[in-house]
């Protein structure tokens, strides 16, 4: 059994701060890319920031600069920062991995239950 455990969302000002994390326990022999995504209310769920295991980083152009992916690989943890929130950044955030649970197997996808930001004065 895996799971996914995001924390750190609420409520943040426009322009403000927030960091948002993410815990993965369970079975779990190696992880793969994790990545972020979000969903606004009314639209499609979106890619936001992704990392691999070379800790190459992407992007969304509109989060470019304000948002700071990062991982820890020992602690199976990873971390968005964000400054300067905007009110069009209002979503539910969701931690992704691509994970295998056993050495030589199948390559699983895992989802959190999401965490919600609202951007907002």
């Known amino acids: 059994q895996v799971q996914l455990v995001e924390s750190g969302g609420g409520l943040v000002q426009p322009g403000g701060s927030l960091r948002l994390s993410c815990k993965v326990s369970?079975?779990?022999?190696?992880?793969?890319?994790m990545a972020w995504y979000r969903q606004a209310p009314g639209k499609e769920r979106e890619l936001v920031a992704s990392?691999?295991?070379?800790?190459?980083?992407y992007y969304i152009d509109f989060v470019k600069g304000r948002f700071t992916i990062s991982r820890d690989y020992g602690l199976h943890t990873m971390d968005l920062k964000m400054i300067t929130w905007r009110p069009e950044d209002t979503a539910v955030y969701y931690c992704?991995?691509?994970?295998?649970?056993?050495?030589?197997?199948?390559?699983?996808?895992?989802w959190g239950q999401g965490t919600q930001v609202t951007v907002s004065s």
């Open positions: 369970g079975t779990i022999f190696r992880i793969y890319s």
């Open positions: 992704h991995v691509h994970a295998t649970a056993v050495p030589g197997g199948a390559l699983n996808t895992y």
């Open positions: 990392i691999s295991s070379n800790d190459d980083s």
